[in-house]
């Protein structure tokens, strides 16, 4: 089983409805990331969270929300999804501590389309 | 502010070819780490190379070499004798004393036979 677990795989929804993304890790890591990746645009960071009561955005929040259930799970929210929302989105985990490099371990995607 | 610099957007090579994919990086932090991803066709992302900036030496590993130059602030990437099998996308990435990492926009690299 992978290490980072992200559901749905592939979604297709329309214009205004709520879409959550789930991700799961069994790394243990304390740090947990969505990003989105867009062709040309490269992976840009939505929100990150660095332990379950920490909360952070990233480039490009608006339009999203997360929730950090537990250390192991970190989901992300489209609460009225866009077109523009269309896109591959990665959930990723890193190390904390003294010796974190800010090494990702990344879910294998979910590619998300907005009719 | 961090921000990471890939100006090849695509390039295309011929089998055997060397090929180097450009990396230029910001950063005011002194304690920080670099990586490359590689992300092929079937859209997993892939690590293969971090650098911190205290460890300016270059890595070779098989085909793949990386020239770290904080000179410069590039973290330069060459496969040698390039096969089919190294088309992929390849993103070049920085992180600042290991908190959030933030990516360049890419460089499709296109192997032909």
């Known amino acids: 089983d992978a290490d980072v677990t992200q559901t749905p795989r592939n979604r297709i929804t329309k214009t205004g409805k709520r879409i959550m993304l789930e991700c799961s890790q069994t790394k243990g890591h304390d740090r947990m990331y969505w990003y989105r990746q867009d062709p040309g645009l490269g992976l840009r960071l939505i929100y990150y969270?660095?332990?379950?009561?920490?909360?952070n955005k990233g480039e490009i929040s608006d339009g999203y929300s997360v929730s950090r259930q537990a250390q192991a799970k970190f989901s992300l929210s489209l609460e009225s999804a866009i077109p523009n929302q269309t896109a591959l989105y990665f959930c990723?985990?890193?190390?904390?501590?003294?010796?974190?490099?800010?090494?990702?371990?990344f879910g294998e995607g979910s590619r998300l389309t907005v009719l | 502010a961090q921000k990471v610099t890939q100006a090849q957007t695509e390039i295309s090579v011929v089998e055997k070819e060397d090929v180097t994919l450009d990396c230029v990086y910001e950063t005011r932090d002194t304690t920080y780490y670099l990586f490359w991803y590689k992300q092929p066709p079937s859209g997993e992302l892939v690590f293969l190379i971090r650098r911190n900036s205290f460890d300016e030496q270059n890595e070779i590993s098989g085909r793949y070499s990386w020239n770290f130059q904080k000179s410069t602030s590039s973290f330069n990437f060459t496969i040698t004798a390039s096969q089919v099998v190294d088309s992929a996308v390849y993103f070049c990435a920085l992180s600042e004393r290991g908190f959030k990492t933030i990516f360049g926009a890419g460089t499709r690299l296109f192997v032909k036979a």
């Open positions: 990723a985990t890193s190390d904390a501590g003294q010796g974190a490099t800010g090494e990702l371990f």
């Open positions: 969270s660095f332990d379950v009561k920490d909360i």
